[in-house]
Nanobody, 124 residues
Framework: VQLVESGGGLVQAGGSLILSCAAS????????IGWFRRRAPGKPREFVA?????????YYADSVKDRFAISRDNAENTVYLQMNDLKPEDTAIYYC?????????????????WGQGTQVTVSS
């Protein structure tokens, strides 16, 4: 099982990034996918956005609602996180995670598989 995030980088406030999460080793269509972030070492991972297996339902943290959009391409086993109007407080390591579920878990301990993360840094 593997989840590989990509697309992170350094961007100015107000800019945009698209993160990708490429999955392999499991039946991707059966899994909900969540994006989490950790803003600093020692801080807990916080839920950012999630999407169910079909893409028909999504959920966002209040802090990113109307700025971020999650989507998935089951043919490519990939989930995307479009991040717009980025703010310095969005600076974090972003992780994707997979859960065999028909709903969108919002607690990190509910997820089965995790990627290694990708760094997003937003300068002011």
């Amino acid at each position: 099982v593997q989840l590989v995030e990509s697309g992170g980088g350094l961007v100015q406030a107000g800019g945009s990034l698209i993160l990708s999460c490429a999955a392999s080793g499991f039946i991707f269509d059966d899994y909900a996918i969540g994006w989490f972030r950790r803003r600093a070492p020692g801080k807990p991972r916080e839920f950012v956005a999630g999407i169910i297996w079909s893409g028909g339902d999504t959920y966002y943290a209040d802090s990113v609602k109307d700025r971020f959009a999650i989507s998935r391409d089951n043919a490519e086993n990939t989930v995307y996180l479009q991040m717009n109007d980025l703010k310095p407080e969005d600076t974090a390591i972003y992780y994707c995670a997979a859960r065999y579920s028909a709903y969108i878990p919002r607690r990190d301990q509910e997820y089965d598989y995790w990627g290694q993360g990708t760094q997003v840094t937003v300068s002011s």
